[in-house]
């Protein structure tokens, strides 16, 4: 004897279902935690009252609750590409986003030119110049920047290469510098390339350096912490930039913990091996 429904039964008990489905309704967002998540995290770049801390950052304050929340899904699931919001948006729940995201449409737009002040808890660095570094770091990479006809040239100080070398975490003490060069460029305005297959130095642009104490990290929120890494930028004098928002450095880095947050970390352990 047949057991199983008829399809026409089947269909109609479907059909039935359909509208149920369709009218679950959305979580209910919890403004008060929006408001903890964005005053700890999303103010580093975004400012806790929606308005943004720089030009190239958006405003959220007074935008519409389901388009944020649409977007921060697309960044969490990497359907829109932006680094610095994918590695955030993965860390955030459901929960997150629709709070998140209520929060931000609830406040009223910022006037025209209006900036936030960087969050205080990642505009301190504790990183210092290390002056002298060539003396005692090892240059281990050189990079082209075909995006932005630079040519980079990487540091490492003795803790940070021991640690490559062996295999470990970077410790506290390592230290990591950037050398930022623009590139010499000819006729037509392309880079000119030595020899060696890299840009041709014109001259010197900026300072990137990322170092390492035991603590350093304890002030950022958890969604940004890099361990104990701590960002700075200097210019061509050796002095900090106060303007470059560690947020976006910790943000970008954020994705690497299984590296110790360095994106170059093979290519210093094949140096470090070789030495």
Request: proline share 7%; glycine share 6%; with cysteine.
């Amino acid at each position: 004897m047949e057991t199983t429904l008829p399809r026409c039964a089947a269909a109609a008990l479907v059909l039935l279902a359909a509208p149920a489905l369709a009218q679950t309704p959305a979580p209910k967002a919890d403004l008060a935690a929006g408001q903890a998540r964005a005053e700890t995290v999303c103010a580093a770049c975004h400012g806790a009252n929606g308005v943004s801390v720089s030009d190239n950052i958006p405003n959220l304050a007074g935008q519409q609750p389901a388009y944020l929340a649409a977007q921060l899904r697309a960044l969490r699931s990497g359907t829109r590409k932006n680094p610095l919001m994918n590695a955030i948006a993965a860390q955030l729940g459901d929960a997150d986003i629709v709070n998140v995201a209520a929060y931000f449409g609830s406040l009223q737009p910022g006037y025209p030119g209006a900036k936030s002040e960087l969050l205080p808890t990642v505009a301190k660095t504790q990183v210092a110049f290390p002056e002298n570094y060539k003396a005692s770091f090892t240059m281990y990479q050189t990079v082209n920047r075909t995006d932005i006809n630079q040519v980079r040239y990487l540091w490492a100080n003795p803790a940070a290469l021991q640690a490559a070398r062996e295999g470990r975490p970077m410790p506290p003490g390592a230290v990591l510098v950037l050398e930022q060069h623009a590139a010499r460029l000819d006729a037509d305005k392309k880079p000119v390339t030595g020899s060696d297959g890299y840009y041709v130095s014109d001259r010197f642009l900026a300072f990137a350096v990322m170092g390492s104490g035991a603590g350093w990290g304890d002030a950022f929120p958890e969604m940004l912490r890099n361990g104990d890494w701590n960002y700075a930028a200097f210019g061509p004098d050796m002095k900090l930039r106060t303007s470059v928002n560690q947020a976006e450095c910790l943000a970008c880095h954020k994705p690497l913990d299984k590296s110790s947050f360095v994106f170059s970390l093979e290519p210093m352990a094949r140096v470090a091996k070789a030495r």
